[in-house]
């Protein structure tokens, strides 16, 4: 399989608008999207309090081989997240500490990947940002080709390049470029109306009365 990159080309989300999504949690980010655009609970980040908040750029590998993503790195825009699909190999590391330190540099926000990456006492250590499905010793071969900048599926979820990558604690969303500017709106209203909520239950409000939920049928 000959290494190849699709050629694309999609809209900045602004700087502004970048850091009001970081504000936003990922679990609001799919309430928004009913309950949608979730990557699976195998994706999971490598150590607690990891947020990505970036546009993706995207990388098929052939299971076993991080050619591709390593020559993705020298194309990212800082902020950019990179997500690959690994072809959910487990038993294989495509990822590790040189390529982290290559995507600090080049200002890559963090990484998700549908397979197995190493070295995660280093990733941790530097503080990178990085959403696996599997940790193993283990490491890849090269130059046998990949695709780069085409849609993906990672954890079950679609993304194209340029979508917005949420992760956090929980797991990871993607927002459609498309529907970026109209989700965030939304998701800042949920946080506002999810704050006048917890208000009420501690003034002594009944939450399941809140949120509308009915009465129980009484059974004798």
């Known amino acids: 399989m000959a290494l190849q990159k699709y050629s694309v080309d999609f809209a900045r989300i602004s700087d502004a608008a970048l850091a009001a999504w970081r504000e936003i949690p990922a679990a609001v980010v799919s309430d928004m999207m009913n309950r949608s655009q979730v990557m699976a609970a195998r994706v999971k980040p490598v150590g607690i309090g990891m947020r990505l908040c970036g546009q993706a750029r995207t990388v098929t590998c052939m299971s076993g081989d991080n050619s591709a993503p390593h020559r ?95 992760g956090d604690d929980d797991g990871v969303a993607v927002v459609p470029l498309a529907w970026a500017d109209r989700m965030l709106k939304a998701a800042q209203q949920k946080i506002a109306d999810e704050a006048d909520i917890i208000r009420k239950i501690h003034e002594g409000a009944n939450q399941a009365d809140l949120l509308g939920l009915p009465e129980p049928e009484l059974i004798s």
């Open 72 to 166: 993705l790195i020298g194309m990212c825009r800082k902020g950019e997240v990179m997500i690959i699909d690994a072809r959910g190999s487990e038993n294989v590391a495509i990822w590790g500490g040189i390529m982290t330190e290559a995507a600090i540099a080049r200002g890559v926000s963090g990484i998700v990947v549908e397979g197995a990456i190493r070295d995660i006492a280093e990733i941790r250590a530097r503080g990178f940002a990085a959403f696996s499905t599997a940790v193993v010793p283990a490491g890849p071969h090269k130059n046998f080709g990949g695709t780069i900048d085409g849609t993906v599926a990672v954890g079950d979820c679609p993304v194209n390049p340029g979508d917005l990558i949420i």
